[in-house]
């Protein structure tokens, strides 16, 4: 009996193994977008509706009585492909899409000219398509498909000639790139995709955001872009701006124990919004301050004011004042490295759930907890002095 369950429980184990090693296997085929959820497929999928269904209503319903050439050419589903669920994507662009798809069909028409035998023909237009759309900054994957229907398309392409380069091609990558415009006007992507600005130094100097002058560079990304070996499908800048936000938040998750609450002043000196600015100054110069929470009756956080706010003339701190930066006390201390280094904010309130003031973090704050946690750890991960070490087993 005992050698029978052993039989069993090797059969039920190999049967596991086998599975794993299936899903393994499959998830190689499983496509992963990163950043995408159910909202933006969602999203993705409206708009490919409505952008093709436009395009191609427009088409059939205005040019169908000039010309015997297809209203919608297929290349145009996947150009809305990229249109519409990923508008980031360097390969969405308008260009992209307009140029890609209209020189590619213009080779396409051309090396069926020259070329009789179609399927020799199909593999050097797209050969050649890649070509053109790589040195003229356009490459778009439809474009392929663009230049393929150009040599394969049938009777009516044939016929069609030169003319198919301009309709339906290049009118529907048009239309199709106007859709996608309006459309995410409403669906909260950026279209035409720009790039957030580099961050540039508050202070009006030539050097660089404090920030920004340690740590990656552009020649770091350049150098492990060239060892990658591959092209990505992503635009130089925003992978700039994604690794900075990595780095910030890798450096908050090692630092998650320290909250605003811990290390906060919690012995605040403000002034009241309807306060003289002259009582703003006296304070800040009294106690040295750079900068000084403003706040209402109640208590709660209306505002900063610091010396350059107190340069004009005005009757109230509450005309001057600047817009506060809030946090919460359980907030990650580290959080707070983004806008205590932007070069224009200098100390932060820590504000209760109703907006209460409790405390504040300077700059001085988080730098001392930087350099006291860096210590620690340091000191954690030193060997042990030679002389202290115990010895060796004999």
């Known amino acids: 009996m005992l050698p029978k369950k052993r039989l069993l429980l090797r059969r039920w184990r190999a049967t596991l193994l086998k599975k794993r090693e299936n899903r393994r296997r499959l998830a190689l085929f499983r496509p992963i977008l990163p950043g995408a959820n159910l909202k933006d497929r969602l999203i993705a999928c409206c708009g490919a509706m409505i952008g093709l269904a436009a395009t191609g209503l427009l088409c059939h319903n205005l040019l169908t009585h000039i010309t015997a050439a297809p209203a919608l050419v297929a290349?145009?589903?996947?150009?809305?492909?990229?249109?519409?669920?990923?508008?980031?994507?360097?390969?969405a662009q308008p260009w992209s899409i307009i140029g890609g798809n209209t020189l590619s069909a213009l080779v396409g028409v051309m090396v069926a000219a020259l070329i009789p035998d179609p399927m020799l023909a199909g593999g050097v237009a797209v050969a050649l398509a890649i070509a053109t759309m790589s040195m003229t900054r356009?490459?778009?994957?439809?474009?392929?498909?663009?230049?393929?229907?150009?040599?394969i398309g049938g009777p009516a392409v044939a016929a069609s000639g030169m003319q198919f380069v301009l309709y339906p091609v290049a009118v529907n990558s048009i239309l199709l790139v106007l859709a996608g415009w309006t459309f995410h006007r409403f669906s909260g992507h950026s279209y035409p995709h720009r790039a957030a600005p580099k961050p540039v130094n508050s202070h009006g100097t030539a050097?660089?955001?404090?920030?920004?002058?340690?740590?990656?560079?552009?020649?770091?990304?350049?150098?492990?872009?060239?060892?990658?070996?591959?092209?990505?499908?992503?635009?130089?800048?925003?992978?700039?701006?994604?690794?900075?936000?990595?780095?910030?938040?890798?450096?908050?998750?090692?630092?998650?124990?320290?909250?605003?609450?811990?290390?906060?002043?919690?012995?605040?000196?403000?002034?009241?919004?309807?306060?003289?600015?002259e009582v703003a100054r006296a304070r800040l110069i009294e106690h040295a301050f750079r900068t000084l929470p403003v706040v209402d009756r109640?208590?709660?956080?209306?505002?900063?004011?610091?010396?350059?706010?107190?340069?004009?003339?005005?009757?109230?701190?509450?005309?001057?004042?600047?817009?506060?930066?809030?946090?919460?006390?359980?907030?990650?201390?580290?959080?707070?490295?983004?806008?205590?280094?932007?070069?224009?904010?200098?100390?932060?309130?820590?504000?209760?759930?109703?907006?209460?003031?409790?405390?504040?973090?300077?700059?001085?704050?988080?730098?001392?907890?930087m350099a006291r946690t860096n210590l620690l750890q340091s000191l954690e991960g030193a060997p042990s002095p030679a002389g202290l070490e115990a010895p060796a087993p004999r």
């Open 138 to 151: 356009c490459l778009h994957p439809p474009g392929g498909a663009a230049a393929l229907t150009a040599v």
């Open 207 to 277: 050097d660089p955001p404090a920030r920004t002058r340690a740590g990656l560079t552009a020649d770091d990304l350049d150098e492990a872009i060239r060892e990658l070996g591959e092209a990505l499908d992503v635009n130089r800048d925003d992978l700039s701006a994604l690794l900075e936000k990595a780095e910030l938040h890798a450096m908050e998750r090692m630092h998650a124990g320290i909250t605003c609450g811990d290390i906060m002043a919690r012995d605040v000196v403000s002034v009241r919004a309807e306060a003289p600015p």
């Open 75 to 91: 290349p145009m589903g996947a150009s809305a492909v990229l249109l519409f669920a990923v508008p980031a994507s360097p390969l």
């Open 298 to 369: 109640g208590n709660v956080v209306v505002g900063m004011v610091g010396h350059q706010h107190l340069v004009g003339n005005a009757s109230t701190v509450a005309e001057v004042m600047a817009p506060p930066v809030t946090a919460g006390p359980e907030t990650p201390a580290f959080r707070l490295l983004g806008p205590l280094s932007d070069g224009r904010t200098h100390e932060v309130a820590i504000v209760d759930g109703h907006g209460g003031l409790l405390g504040v973090v300077t700059q001085t704050d988080l730098l001392l907890v």
